[in-house]
C-alpha cells in the first residue's frame, strides 16, 4: 500500500484539488479528493474507459450535461424512521437530485457508442413518479406551490379573498374620521397574526377592538377594530386549515421516497461517481491527457512526460512557454536510473513527474503523456524527496536521508517503485558516494525500480560501470550556459556549479578561484564528458 508521505512528496493531493473543482457537488468533490490507487489493471482499465466515454461525449459536441445537486444521504436517512416527515426545503434537495439523476440517464441509456456508460447508469430512474410530484409540490426555494393538492390551492384561495376583505374594512376604519383623529399613523399592519392599526396610547379607550402588541417607545397600541374580529377569526380557520393541509401533503412525500429510499441511495451513489469521472474527464482535456496502458513486468516507459501541475502553473500565467516533455524506460535489464545535471536543471521535476504519472495511472486516471505511454502494476512507490531535517527528532538532513533510505530498503520489492532526490547528499563526499553505491547494488537485487538524482561524480562512475544500471543526464545549452530541461538517457551529466553560479552573479574572480582549487582531475572529467557530448551531437 503507497503511504500517504509518498503522497504529499508527490502532490497528489494538489492535483486532485484541481480536477475536484469541476465536481457539480460537495460529495462528488471529495470523492475526487479521496481518490487512490486501484488494485488491479481490470479496474484501472475501466476507469479510463469510462473517463474515455465521457471525452468523446465532449468532442462529438454533446458534453456530459450534470446539474449541480446536494447531498441527500442525510435526508434519507432522516426519511427512514416510519412516520418521519422532511420539510420542504428538504424535500426541495430530494429533487434537485432526481432532476439530476433523471438528466444523466436520459442523456446515456441510449447510447449504443458507450457501453460502459450505459452500463453504469442502467440502475438509474431519477424516479419520474415521485419527482412529477415533487415537482408539482414543491418549488426550488422549498415553497409548497398551490398545486400541491385541490384542497390546498383552495383554501389559499379563500384565505386570499378573506385578506382582501379584512383589508378593505380596515381601510375604512383608517379613513373614518371618528377614527382617524386616534390614531398614530394610516397604515395596516400585522402583530401576533392578527390584521392592526396603530392607536395612540393615550387614546386606545376610544377605539372599540382588542390591543395585540405596543409600540417599543409605548406611544402606540397596535389594536384589532371590534369589526374585523369575526372575520379574522375565520381568517384563522382557514390559515389553521391549510397548514394542516401542507402537513398532510409533506407526510404524502415522505412516505413516497420512504418506500424507495434504498434504490434512491443506490442512485445516489452512481450520481456521485459519474460527477466524480466527469470532473476528471473535464480536467484531462484542459491539459490534453491521454489514457495510458498497464503492465505487470515492473517496466515503465513514459513518452513525452508532462509534469501536469507545472503545465496548470504556465496556464494561470497564461504564457506561451510549455513544460518541455521528457521521455524514460526502465525494466527488464536495467532497473536502475541516476539522473545528473545541473541545479535548477529540473532532475527532481524529472522523477516527480514519473512518480506523479505512475499515481494518476495506478488511479485510473489520464496522464499527460503520450497514449503509448506504459506504467507497471506496483503495489508501493518509496520516495525520499525534500529535506526531512528535524529538529523534534534531533536528526540532520543526512541523518534523516539516510533513515528514510533504511527503511526503503527494508520495503523494496520486484512491485515497488523508488525515488531518492539528491543521493548521497548532506556528508563528506566521498563516504557519501561509496554508501550511496552500496545502497544502490543493494536496490538493485531487490527487484524493485528505482530513479535517484545526485551531484556526486564518483556515483556517476560506478553506474556506468554497473550492469543493470543507466546514467541519465539533463541537458545543459553550453554556449548560453542555461539549462534546457530535457532528459537524456545513456549518458552522465555534469553539475555546471560554476556556470549556474555565474548566471546568478558570482563574481568572476571568485568562479576562478574555486576553479583552481578544484583542480585538474576534475576539469579533465568534465572536459571528457564535454568531448562525449560533441560526439554524441556530431
Request: aromatic letters at 4%; glycine letters at 6%; charged letters at 25%.
Amino acid at each position: 500500500m503507497i503511504s500517504k508521505t509518498s503522497f504529499e512528496a508527490l502532490e497528489f493531493d494538489r492535483l486532485l484539488e484541481s480536477a475536484s473543482k469541476f465536481a457539480k457537488s460537495e460529495a462528488s468533490r471529495d470523492a475526487v479528493r479521496s481518490i487512490s490507487p486501484l488494485g488491479n489493471i481490470k479496474e484501472i482499465t475501466k476507469r479510463l474507459g469510462l473517463i474515455q466515454e465521457i471525452r468523446l461525449m465532449a468532442q462529438k459536441g454533446v458534453p456530459l450535461r450534470i446539474s449541480p445537486f446536494p447531498g441527500i444521504e442525510p435526508l434519507l436517512y432522516k426519511v427512514r424512521p416510519e412516520g418521519a416527515v422532511l420539510d420542504p426545503k428538504e424535500l426541495s434537495g430530494i429533487m434537485i437530485f432526481l432532476i439530476a439523476a433523471y438528466s444523466i440517464a436520459d442523456q446515456l441509456k441510449e447510447r449504443g457508442d458507450l457501453p460502459l456508460l450505459k452500463d453504469l447508469v442502467e440502475g438509474i430512474t431519477g424516479h419520474p413518479d415521485i419527482l412529477r410530484i415533487l415537482e408539482k409540490s414543491i418549488d426550488s426555494e422549498g415553497a409548497i406551490l398551490d398545486s400541491a393538492s385541490f384542497t390546498l390551492s383552495d383554501l389559499r384561495s379563500k384565505i386570499k379573498k378573506l385578506e382582501g376583505k379584512v383589508r378593505k374594512k380596515l381601510e375604512e376604519v383608517v379613513r373614518d374620521e371618528d377614527v382617524a383623529k386616534f390614531l398614530q399613523d394610516d397604515f395596516i399592519t400585522q402583530r401576533s397574526g392578527r390584521w392592526v392599526i396603530p392607536v395612540r396610547m393615550d387614546s386606545k379607550g376610544q377605539v372599540q377592538g382588542v390591543v395585540h402588541d405596543v409600540s417599543k417607545s409605548g406611544e402606540t397600541a397596535f389594536m384589532e377594530p371590534l369589526i374585523i374580529i369575526g372575520l379574522s377569526n375565520e381568517l384563522e380557520n382557514l390559515i389553521a386549515e391549510a397548514k394542516a393541509e401542507e402537513i398532510r401533503i409533506l407526510r404524502n412525500l415522505s412516505s413516497k421516497i420512504r418506500a424507495v429510499s434504498s434504490e434512491m441511495e443506490s442512485e445516489y451513489k452512481v450520481v456521485v461517481y459519474i460527477d466524480t469521472l466527469n470532473s476528471i474527464a473535464i480536467f484531462s482535456d484542459r491539459l490534453g491527457m491521454e489514457p495510458p496502458q498497464m503492465n505487470e513486468q515492473t517496466t515503465i516507459n513514459i513518452v513525452r512526460a508532462r509534469h501536469p501541475l507545472l503545465m496548470l502553473a504556465f496556464q494561470r500565467a497564461d504564457t506561451p512557454k510549455g513544460v518541455v516533455p521528457i521521455d524514460v524506460r526502465l525494466g527488464e535489464d536495467n532497473t536502475v536510473m541516476v539522473i545528473t545535471g545541473p541545479n535548477a536543471g529540473g532532475k527532481t521535476i524529472a522523477i516527480k513527474t514519473i512518480g506523479l504519472l505512475l499515481l494518476m495511472a495506478l488511479s485510473g486516471i489520464p496522464v499527460p503523456a503520450d497514449s503509448s505511454s506504459n506504467f507497471p502494476l506496483v503495489y508501493n512507490l518509496l520516495v525520499d524527496i525534500g529535506d526531512k531535517q528535524s529538529i523534534e527528532e534531533n536528526l540532520s538532513t543526512f541523518s534523516a536521508h539516510v533513515s528514510n533510505i533504511a527503511e526503503i530498503l527494508k520495503q523494496a520489492d520486484k512491485n515497488t517503485i523508488v525515488l531518492i532526490d539528491e543521493l548521497g547528499t548532506g556528508t563528506d563526499p566521498d563516504e557519501g558516494a561509496a554508501l550511496s553505491c552500496a545502497v544502490l547494488k543493494e536496490m538493485k537485487k531487490s527487484g524493485a525500480l528505482l530513479f535517484a538524482t545526485t551531484h556526486l561524480t564518483d556515483i556517476k562512475g560506478f553506474v556506468h560501470k554497473e550492469e543493470g544500471m543507466l546514467n541519465a543526464s539533463m541537458e545543459f545549452n553550453d554556449k548560453t550556459f542555461t539549462p534546457l530541461y530535457k532528459l537524456r538517457v545513456g549518458e552522465p551529466g555534469q553539475s555546471h556549479a560554476f556556470e549556474t553560479a555565474k548566471r546568478y552573479g558570482l563574481p568572476e574572480e571568485i568562479i576562478e578561484s574555486a576553479k583552481n582549487i578544484l583542480g585538474v582531475r576534475k576539469i579533465e572529467l568534465d572536459t571528457l564528458i564535454l568531448d562525449l557530448n560533441e560526439k554524441r551531437r556530431q
